[in-house]
């Protein structure tokens, strides 16, 4: 509910302060008095697009703040959660515009953007103005106005996650279908380059080992000479058994001097230990170098191979194993392709099935309290002096979507004997308004909880049709919150709180002003409403009796 609004230099308006109580909340006030400023004003701190000169002239900036009293299960209170913004049953909104069209907004002391500003008062502020009637008109809404009447809400979240089912299961199937098809134009290719990879057999690391192997052998020749040469230095017939015999001499004559001996023998026998290690060495080394004349082609083929297949396919040599394996992968699912195909084409065929389920359920609910809501409308329809008119829910096939299958357009008569057609085109303005009133009622009593601002929804209609349209104001406002700005005494009459808006002109400026009316000021607003400038005796009368009528 809104509680109190704030205005600081806003066009004409100085300084203003408001208190809104629950019930019926009425403006009234001469034409170009400022009533539409005030909402001009309160939709600026919502974050509604709207004109940008909203300075007062002489200004720096303007100011605007809102507060809400929220109930515990308020649906801003998820918005202000999500956006990591303090919660609870006290909302304060506050926004400046500087004269230079800059606008700064405020939750409760957070500085927020215009988006979350919008996304948080959708949820606070429902506004139906002069030229405001989309929800009506629009048939795009109607079917959204017939949920909330029927309560679909379980119904439609079930209905749009099937469908969400139904796109991802469409999508999968989609792409396996694209998929599948991209691979049997490359088929021939995967089947060829597979065959290839297969029987080569390639290797990581083995053209590396397949090159050092080739220059070994290569260099093999004069290797081979200088390695023997060595072997032979250093065999039993040259250094190794001098050594031997060196070491024999020495442990003979060790036995007579006395250790004196030790440390050489000592350090011969590891020289000799060595040097046999380094003969093994050797001896192995000769051993590699003795290999099959055909293996060095072999070797060398076996790397042009690796080599040429490496360049074929435009990857390292090392790259080909890891190749091999992707190819293998996209022929085995161009393989099991019909498989997974078919797979895909029973699920996508399952949530399909899920999905008319529900929209089918949806669809018989939309139905059946679009009988509810006719009925009800008429019912609404007689109190507003429209006891004549027709109000008809017509619900048609449409293309299937998350929101089910249903078109759902509002159709009136507003003549006995003429078929009904759209609102839009049918009612006047101000049948439309209370064909408007109307349904909100309707959608009262379906749990529809947010504030509610109609500007003038009593225009041109007047006597006993205006009293109508007041009590269905003061209906509305049972337990909930109805700001109406209109010209209609009768309308007037049906106030909790009545404010009334006036202009105030000096020499150098022109200013708006609110008063909250007391008992004996709402009389006199009432019969300026009802005889003009000069207020009569027997318009003060009429007034009372119509306050008297309303209780």
Known sequence: MLTSLSIRDMLIIDRLELGFAQGLNVLTGETGAGKSILLESLGFVLGWRGRADLVRSGAEQGEVTAMFELSDNHPALDVLRKAGLQDGRDLIIRRVNTKDGRKTGWINDRRVSGDLLRSVSQ?????????????????????????????????????????????????????????LEALRQEEEYLRHAVAELTSLDPQPGEE??????????????KLRVDIEKAAHALGREAAEGMMGDALRWLEAAGDEMDEQLDGAIGYLSAS????????????????????????????????FAIRSLGRKHQVPADALTELAQELTARLAALD??????????????????????????????????AAKLDKEMISELGPLKMDRALFQTDITPSEAGPFGKDMVVFCVTTNPGTPPGPLARIASGGE???????????????????????????????????DAVGRRLSHLAIGAQVLVVTHSPQVAAFAT?????????????????????????RIKEIARMISGDIITREALAAAETLIKASK
């Open 497 to 521: 709180c009545h404010f009334r808006v006036s202009k105030q002109q000096s020499d150098n400026e022109t200013l708006s002003d609110v008063e909250n009316l007391d008992q004996n000021a």
């Open 272 to 303: 000799i230990s060595n040097l046999s290690e380094a003969v093994q060495c050797i001896e192995t080394c000769l051993q590699e170098l003795d290999f099959n004349p055909f293996e060095l082609e072999t070797a060398e083929e076996r790397l």
């Open 123 to 179: 949820h606070l502020i429902e506004l139906h103005g002069q030229h405001d009637d989309r929800g009506l008109l629009d048939s795009k809404g109607h079917r959204q106005l017939l949920d909330q009447f029927g309560s679909h809400l379980e119904l439609n979240e079930k209905t749009r996650q099937a469908w969400c089912a139904v796109t991802v299961a469409q999508n999968d199937l989609t792409e396996e279908t694209e998929m």
């Open 208 to 221: 590396t080992e397949l090159d050092v192997r080739r220059r070994l052998m290569q260099s093999a020749g």
């Open 336 to 369: 099991a392709g019909q498989n997974s195909l078919a797979g895909k084409q029973a699920a996508l065929k399952r949530a399909q099935d899920v999905y008319d389920e529900h929209a089918n359920t949806l669809s018989q609910a939309r139905k059946t309290n």
């Open 432 to 466: 439309l308004s209370r064909f408007l009133l109307a349904l909100k009622v309707c959608l009262r009593t379906a749990g529809d909880v947010q504030t509610i601002i109609f500007d003038e929804i009593d225009r041109g209609v007047g006597g006993a049709t205006a």
